[in-house]
Each structure stands twice: as structure tokens, then as C-alpha cells.
């Protein structure tokens, strides 16, 4: 199968279109369609084998927001059709809205089927292009059950969506392995954005009423600029005002290779955007043997089996929180088993394996379909 996938590889979802990419050109042909985002590296590039990325060279060479990409999709179209007009793909998959518009434009007249992916995040004001774009697909993929649903009230009819999770490297990230070094101190760590509606305001809170045990937050601007960085001062200022500060360490932004090691050396693992993600953090730390406690949205929904494999809170309740996590602690027993029954389901339900398989899974039935 010669499969297209048309998605921005800059940001959060970068991660998740390289390693499925990279399942899929085992057996298959994959070439991402990317505008370029960066003036380093060429053009035509292969990340792995059986796959080809393809830098556009459309529009400023820098990330953009998607509405800032919005101008440029015309010309992004139109290079996708002259490519396509002389080998077209079997099979197209696009991701989030801006993927959608060019993909479809690119595919104007060649008879190839579109599969559409939107991601968890709805924007208000790109909702009739999300609608028009999910009616037009051959198949949408939601990445959970909350997703999916979101999609059938937007109007995407149920037979065209088909749930396929978001994955995790249960290679890099896995309970054997080094461990960051640690003091006496319970510790907790969360990983991500520390921006509004990402947990971690929520965190220092619950702090206050964990005596004893410490917070380590990865994530934000480069450790150089967390001084000036508007999120990061107002963390600090709200550990300041709860008495916490001392127990706070915000490590900034980490390479990626850094955070099994991080995830190894905590106690809990706490993620409590407000917001449905991709769940991506709760998955490593799952994977990494370390129980979870995750916001009750989104894909954790599916992922996190409440009391068994972590413990899901509504967000925004440092209170609650700060309650689960004490009880947490304060059984090593009841940690161990989280932790063991976390990592194996990740192993099971969310490798990058298995996720592969299932998309194939969604191709083969959409190719069908349209024949």
C-alpha cells in the first residue's frame, strides 16, 4: 500500500505521525507531506525505512499556528496535486484541519479515498471546517471514545469513525531502567505544559496538603528562560503564597530521551490538563511501571482504568487530588500493583505495534469501502 500522510511534524503531534509512520512502512510505502518549519535539514529526508518525508517548501520556514498556516493551504494543495497527478497514493491520511484542507485539495479528481484525524482539541472557530471535513472523509480516526463521541455531535456520521488510541514506545519508556536520583522525599512528577488548563497550578496546590513530599515539574520554556517566562513566575509565585516553594523544582523543558528516567525516579506520576489531550504522559507512565493520576477527560478515560491501572480525579480539585495521592503514598503495596498492572497494559493495548496494525486495519476497510 502506498500510503500519504499530509500533517504538520513540528509540535506535540510529531511524536505519535513518526512512530506510526514508522509501524507502517515495515510492510508498506509512507511519505509525509510536511510544510517546512525550519531552514536545518533537506527537503527529502527518510526517518526510517519504508518512510519518506517530504518538506514543502511553502510559505515561512518557521512554526505556525494553524491559522497562520491557513494562507498558505491553497499553495500546499496545489503542490500535492502536481505530485499526486503523476504517482498517485492509495490512500490518504490527513491530520487536523489544515492536513484536511490541503489533502483534499491535493486529491481533487484522483479518486483516492481521505482518512481525516483532528486531534483532541476543538477550536470554536474551525468547528464548520471540522464538520465539512469529517462529512467529506472516506473515514475519520478519533484517538479515544470522548473523541469519537465529539465527532458524532459535530455531525460525522457514526459508520465513518473508527477509534484508533494514540500509542506509546514501550521500548524507551518501560519499568526497567535508570532512574533519576532523589532525596528522602516522597516525589511526584509532572510532565507537559505548565500553562493554564495543564495541571500543573492544580498540582502545587495539592501540594499543601502533602507534608513531606516533593513536586518535580518537566516542562515549559529551556531552563534558561524560566525566569522571565510568564507561566513559570506564576507557578512560583502560587508555591510561594502555599508555603510549597521549597518543595517545588521546575526543571523546565527536557529532551524526550530524559523522561523515562524522570518518570523511573517518582513515586506518582500526576497529569491533570482540564482539557481532553492526547493522554500521552499518563501512557508513559504507565508503560514506565509508575501509577498515574490522571484528570478524568479525554483519552485517560479509555487508557486509565480507574483504581486498577491509575486513578482518574476531575480536574481543577487540588483537594481531591491531594486525598488520592496521600492515600497513594501510603501504600506501597497498592503502588507496586498499579504500577505492574499499568505497564502491562500499555503493553498490550497502546505499543506502537499494535497501534499500526490498527490503522492498516482502518486503511484496508476504507480502500474496501471505496472501491
Same mark, same amino acid.
Given at each position: ?9 513540528? #509540535? ?15 510492510? +508498506? ?11 536545518? =535539514? ?26 497562520? @498556516? ?6 500546499? %494543495?496545489?503542490?500535492? !496535486? ?10 490518504? +491520511? ?8 490541503? !489533502?483534499?485539495?491535493?486529491?481533487? =479528481?484522483?479518486? @483516492? ?19 465539512? $471535513? ?20 459535530? %455531525?460525522?456520521?457514526?459508520? +465513518?469513525?473508527? *477509534? ?52 518535580? &515539574? ?13 507561566? !513559570? ?19 523546565? +523543558? ?35 511501571? *509508575?501509577?498515574? &493520576? ?15 491501572? #491509575? $486513578?482518574? @480525579? ?24 498499579? #504500577? ?32
Amino acid at each position: 500500500m502506498n500510503i500519504a500522510i499530509v500533517a504538520s511534524t513540528g #509540535g506535540s503531534r510529531r511524536q505519535q505521525i513518526l512512530a506510526t509512520a514508522r509501524e507502517l512502512g515495515r510492510e +508498506h510505502r509512507v511519505t509525509i507531506y510536511s510544510r517546512r518549519e525550519s531552514t536545518e =535539514g533537506k527537503s527529502r529526508t527518510k526517518p526510517a525505512p519504508g518512510v519518506v518525508l517530504e518538506q514543502l517548501d511553502i510559505g515561512p520556514a518557521r512554526a505556525l499556528a494553524a491559522d497562520e @498556516v491557513a494562507p498558505y493551504l491553497a499553495q500546499v %494543495g496545489d503542490e500535492l !496535486a502536481k505530485r499526486w497527478s503523476h504517482e498517485p497514493p492509495d490512500l490518504i +491520511h490527513a491530520h487536523n484541519w489544515t492536513g484536511g484542507l490541503a !489533502a483534499v485539495a491535493g486529491a481533487d =479528481g484522483l479518486r @483516492v479515498p481521505v482518512t481525516q484525524t483532528f486531534g483532541p482539541v476543538k477550536q470554536p472557530a474551525h468547528l464548520r471546517l471540522e464538520r465539512a $471535513l469529517g462529512r467529506r472523509a472516506d473515514a475519520v480516526i478519533a484517538g479515544c471514545l470522548d473523541e469519537e463521541a465529539t465527532l458524532i455531535r459535530l %455531525g460525522v456520521p457514526r459508520e +465513518h469513525i473508527a *477509534v484508533v488510541p494514540y500509542g506509546v514506545d514501550t521500548d524507551k519508556f518501560r519499568r526497567q531502567g535508570p532512574a533519576a536520583a532523589r532525596g528522602t522525599h516522597q516525589r511526584l512528577l509532572h510532565v507537559g505544559r505548565i500553562g493554564a488548563g495543564a495541571g500543573a497550578q492544580t498540582i502545587v496546590r495539592a501540594l499543601a496538603g502533602l507534608p513531606d513530599v516533593e513536586l518535580v &515539574i518537566a516542562g515549559g520554556p529551556a531552563p534558561d528562560e524560566l525566569e522571565h517566562d510568564p507561566d !513559570a513566575r506564576r507557578l512560583r509565585a502560587l508555591a510561594e503564597r502555599l508555603g510549597v516553594a521549597d518543595r517545588v523544582t521546575v526543571l523546565g +523543558h527536557v529532551p524526550r530521551t530524559t523522561v523515562p528516567k524522570l518518570m523511573r525516579g517518582a513515586d506518582v506520576v500526576v497529569t491533570l490538563p482540564s482539557e481532553p489531550g492526547t493522554g500521552a504522559v499518563a501512557l508513559e507512565a504507565m508503560a514506565c511501571g *509508575v501509577p498515574v &493520576i490522571a484528570s478524568a477527560v479525554g483519552a485517560h478515560l479509555d487508557s486509565v482504568v480507574d483504581g486498577v491501572t #491509575g $486513578l482518574l @480525579v476531575p480536574p481543577d480539585k487540588p483537594a481531591r487530588t491531594a486525598r488520592l495521592a496521600r492515600e497513594l503514598l501510603a501504600d506501597p503495596t497498592r503502588r507496586t500493583a498499579i #504500577g505492574y498492572a499499568g505497564a502491562d497494559r500499555a503493553r498490550s493495548r497502546y505499543s506502537w505495534e499494535r497501534i499500526g496494525q490498527e490503522l492498516l486495519r482502518v486503511y484496508s476497510d476504507t480502500l474496501a469501502a471505496t472501491a
